[in-house]
């Protein structure tokens, strides 16, 4: 029988030895991804069983509780990277958990209710929720909603906008590295999502885009009526126009959508970031709302 060859060698080509090499990869080991934690706060067992089968099935960790004062709890415990909660929920409601998790910093929020109403709606963004989803939902635009969330969450915490100076169109002043804004010099109050809105069509200046766009752009996906948009587009207008009945900053291209008016915005000077301008708050992207523009 033919002789087994030498401890640490492999034969190449026409059977020369070669000396011990890399290992092969396929023999490494892989570590598994880390998985991206959800909690869901959802009273509704059939509700939450359902979405959370579908989020586990879409590569997420999901946690389910079903009442407020167990969901503070796991929120301290698990520090998820992503809530999705009710309002209506035994315990503490809904919006005073989205309330106290902001508090707490920026964990992302996203509210799954069957309250569609526009009080409802106002008041999750007033308190910071990053998206507002009315029951009945597509699991598919929950998924894409969540997964829309992460990302603007991770980019803004990645500092992708450092070092880019901020903009500047007559007395409006942006910071997108900062996520700072300022009109005449007073505070603009932005949420995340009126601030990312107002920097993306400053950056575009002149250029008018439909609705269906910058949903996309903006809010990360496509998923979902575009009422959202609007419903946004008026709050904004009400903190940086002057007269937001009649906008000169951003302006109604009817049948198409909206632009940004002027040229393009120049950046600040030197030492212009004083300390009258504050850190916008989080807020989330609103289901259809049928108010006109």
Request: glycine share 10%; with cysteine.
């Amino acid at each position: 029988p033919a002789a087994p060859p030498p401890v640490g060698g492999a034969r190449a080509g026409g059977g020369a030895l070669m000396g011990p090499g890399p290992p092969d990869r396929r023999s490494r080991v892989r570590l598994p991804a880390v998985k991206l934690k959800i909690l869901i706060v959802e009273d509704d067992e059939t509700v939450s069983s359902v979405l959370s089968h579908y989020l586990d099935r879409d590569g997420f960790a999901v946690t389910v509780v079903d009442d407020g004062t167990t969901a503070l709890t796991a929120i301290a415990d698990l520090k998820p990277d992503l809530v999705i909660l009710d309002v209506m929920l035994p315990g503490v409601s809904g919006f005073e958990i989205c309330k106290n998790v902001r508090k707490a910093g920026v964990m992302p929020v996203v509210i799954l209710s069957a309250r569609g109403e526009e009080s409802d709606r106002v008041m999750g963004l007033e308190l910071g929720a990053d998206d507002y989803i009315v029951k009945p939902f597509s699991n598919r635009e929950v998924a894409a909603r969540v997964r829309a969330v992460l990302r603007r969450s991770e980019g803004a915490s990645s500092g992708e906008d450092r070092g880019v100076a901020p903009l500047v169109h007559g007395t409006l002043v942006v910071d997108p590295f900062g996520r700072e804004a300022t009109l005449d010099g007073v505070p603009a109050r932005l949420t995340a999502r009126e601030f990312d809105l107002l920097v993306f069509l400053m950056r575009h200046p002149g250029q008018a885009f439909p609705r269906e766009q910058l949903l996309e752009h903006v809010w990360g996906y496509r998923i979902g009526g575009t009422a959202t948009v609007t419903v946004h587009m008026q709050r904004l207008r009400e903190k940086i126009e002057h007269d937001p009945a009649k906008p000169a900053l951003i302006e109604t291209v009817w049948g198409v959508g909206y632009r940004f008016v002027g040229s393009a915005p120049v950046p600040a000077a030197p030492g212009s970031r004083g300390s009258s301008i504050v850190k916008q708050q989080p807020s989330p992207a609103f289901a259809a709302d049928n108010r006109p523009e």
